[in-house]
């Protein structure tokens, strides 16, 4: 597994992450000014975003995604995943594009939702 890869397993991760621990884990994953634009928002910091997550996580318990691909090059990467139920069922997919920090960390993220 490539570490852009593995990082974004670790980013998935994040939108499922016990409440206590997703700053730290999305720290690890992402820059403090991260921008994160999705149909439904634009947030410009790792607060507002870790803010975000926790929202998903209120409208969809027991929801988590599962990074199916990824492609990269540069400073570039995008990730194709799948958002899934609490029993483990395709509720929905998309595809998420993201810029780079010099340190491999996630400076911007888009995010799409795939017509289902």
Known sequence: MSDTQQLWNDYAACWS???ADRPAALGAVAVDEVAYRDPGTEVGSLTGLAAYMAGFAEAFPGH??????VLEH???SLARWTQLDGRGERASAGISTARHHEDGRLAEITGFFLPA
Not at 64 to 69: A, K, L, P
């Open 74 to 76: 540069h400073d570039r």
């Open 17 to 19: 992450a016990d409440p």
């Open 64 to 69: 988590r995604f599962r990074i199916d691909e």
